[in-house]
């Protein structure tokens, strides 16, 4: 269908795919203007997650790992060791520093 892409939003959670029931770890995918409004309404009708269920929530993946839509973005994920979480930061960073290198340079 055209223009499906701007008349999507996904809203979905990790609590149950990863097995951590109750820690209330979600987010929504959709355009930005919408996203925009969401988070408004978000922000003044819940809480934070928890810290433990926010740290355990972090690990970097390529966004196009699970689909095209995905495509220059990153996805975070919390499905993997402290091990695997400090390697991810660190590629994630040293990414970071050639990017600001490259522009810098143009």
Known sequence: MKRMREKTIIVTGVSKSFAMTGWRIGFALGPKEIIQEMAKVHLYST??????????AVAVAPGNAFSEAGEGYVRMSYACSMEELEKDADRMEAFLEKL?????SL
């Open 47 to 56: 809480t934070c997650a928890n810290s433990i269920g926010q740290y355990a």
């Open 100 to 104: 600001e290198a490259k522009n810098a």
